[in-house]
């Protein structure tokens, strides 16, 4: 980028990630934070580093590349807060989801030191610079971290998360922002697994998508979808690119197109970049950064931006051993003129007449397509054979991947099978010695025995021994008393 800070935005690539030359002190390094842009702005509110939670609230002007702290206030207060009050008004928070909504940030869920039995929407008013919490009332749900929160219409849909005693939750609240009412959506069909670190996003206002997250011991990649209007979960199958499971990735939709980034599994940080076309369910892999790239890590956010009439992504923070407090900008491709799917039904049906119809194609390409008439208009499928043919190498190209691991993992196979052997072999050497020392130290302890009874018919010949020595010690004396006698008789005898 040039020395121009104000003219970033037209020096960008398409689909190539860049950091920002931001200008002056940045806020600190965090993860699981909340982010929102509003009038070219980025607001990030909280997170954590080092265990600590954080409190404060900065912006970063997109047009000059300058952060700023927010001050905020309370409405019973009209003096500012400076950063070492802060908490007193804002209590530190991390995990939390935030939310544009009219001239207010929406902070929803979080936990912190402070935090109640059952979630809080607290809200920041950008022109007062007023925060304050809002009064719901209804099924308010428990309190959580790590959850989704999506905006449709005038209500805010929660999902899933992870509460204060580390169980995790896969039910759907609803909060009405016009009511302040929270309602529990009573879903039907089989619901994603409980988890928390995923991410939401809705089409066409009908349909909310999950993504991803985790459970403690289990990293998932799956695609979820709840009918707002007939609440039935479905789990359609993915088109395109197969990719690893992640959790702590950020994600947000412009247009059709769902931009996820970074997260990860419990091994490695997650380095490519998706798309996921929401009309027809085909994912791509739009670029990849390099190992440990900040990019690449957990608990980042992700938000698009509006400058200059031209969209762009924008990430910040995350933690991938190292905390983050870059600011990295994309430039997407703008949309094709095709015009895109939409759900006729459900999201399954759609997923599977997309596939169906990729199969169709290769059994007949040269197939003659007439134009078909709807209400508005006559449609020519020809359009729709040319994403149909999209997909259908997007399928190929997936097929390819996964036989080129099968093949990488019967090679794995093949060699742990024959470490297996290796193994066999020896542990029955070992177990043959073991058996031989089994034997040998039975044989000893057969000979202790045999030694023990010796010696106790020792000691029994010993006493015998003893008493032998005691009477041929009183027959000596004897016999020295008699030579005695007869020696004096002779010597009296004597002339």
């Given amino acids: 980028m040039g020395s121009d800070n104000s003219n970033w935005h037209s ?5 190539q990630w860049v950091a920002l030359p931001v200008v002056g002190p940045r806020p600190s390094a965090r993860y699981k934070h909340g982010a929102v842009i509003v009038d070219e702005k980025l ?3 909280g997170g954590s580093r080092n265990g600590r939670q954080l409190a404060d609230v900065q912006a970063l002007d997109l047009r000059n590349l300058s952060w700023s702290t927010i001050k905020l206030k309370t409405q019973s207060h009209a003096d500012n807060v400076n950063n070492g009050g802060l908490s007193d008004i804002f209590p530190a928070t991390s995990g939390h989801s935030t939310i544009k909504w009219g001239n207010k940030l929406l902070l929803l869920g979080g936990l912190s030191k402070e935090t109640s039995d059952n979630v809080t929407v607290r809200f920041i008013d950008l022109e007062s610079q007023v925060t304050g919490v809002m009064e719901a009332t209804g099924k308010i749900p428990v309190a959580r971290g790590g959850q ?14 992870e509460d204060k005693h580390r169980r ?7 909060f009405d922002l016009e009511t302040m009412i929270w309602n529990v959506a009573e879903t039907t069909k089989t619901p994603p697994a409980p988890r928390c670190d995923h991410t939401a996003a809705v089409h066409v206002d009908r349909y909310f998508l999950i993504y991803g997250g985790c459970s403690h011991s289990t990293f998932f990649n799956d695609l979820h979808v709840l009918d707002l209007e ?4 479905s789990q359609p199958q993915i088109q395109g690119n197969l990719v690893s499971p992640r959790a702590g990735h950020a994600g947000v939709s412009i247009d059709e197109k769902w931009f996820i980034v970074g997260g990860g599994d419990s091994k490695s940080g997650a380095l490519e970049t998706l798309v996921l076309d929401k009309s027809t369910l085909v994912l791509s892999v739009l670029t990849s950064v390099e190992r440990n790239d900040p990019l690449a890590s957990e608990g980042l956010t992700l938000s698009s931006a509006l400058v200059n009439g031209e969209q762009f992504l924008v990430a910040f923070g995350g933690y991938n ?14 949309k094709d003129s095709k015009q895109p799917k939409i759900f006729k039904s459900s999201a399954a049906a759609a997923a599977a007449a997309s596939v169906t119809a990729a199969y169709a194609l290769a059994k007949s390409e040269s197939l003659d397509l007439p ?19 999209e997909e259908k190498k997007a399928l190929e190209s997936s097929i390819a991947w996964v036989k080129a691991e099968k093949s990488t993992l019967k090679a794995k196979l093949d060699e742990l099978n024959e470490t297996h052997t290796d193994l066999s072999k020896e542990l029955h050497s070992v177990q043959g010695q073991l058996a031989a020392e089994k034997s040998r130290c039975a044989d000893l ?8 009874t010796k010696l106790s018919s020792m000691q029994s010949i010993e006493e015998k021994v003893q008493a032998l020595r005691s009477q041929k010690s009183a027959f000596d004396n004897d016999t020295s008393v008699q030579r005695q006698s007869y020696s004096g008789s002779w010597r009296w005898m004597a002339p």
Avoid: A, C, H, R
Avoid at 148 to 161: A, E, N, P, Q, R
């Fill in 371 to 389: 134009v078909v008439e709807n209400s508005k208009g006559k449609v020519n499928l020809s359009v729709e054979i040319g994403t149909i043919k």
């Fill in 168 to 174: 995790l939750l896969n039910d759907v609240n609803v």
């Fill in 43 to 45: 607001y990030i509110v």
């Fill in 11 to 15: 020096e960008l690539e398409y689909d």
């Fill in 321 to 334: 051993g190292n905390y983050n407090n870059k600011v990295f900008v994309m430039k997407p491709k703008p």
């Fill in 230 to 233: 007939t609440l039935e979960w």
């Fill in 445 to 452: 302890e057969t000979q202790i025995s045999e030694l023990q």
């Fill in 148 to 161: 989704s929160v999506t905006l449709v219409g005038s209500k805010l849909i929660m999902f899933g998360g």
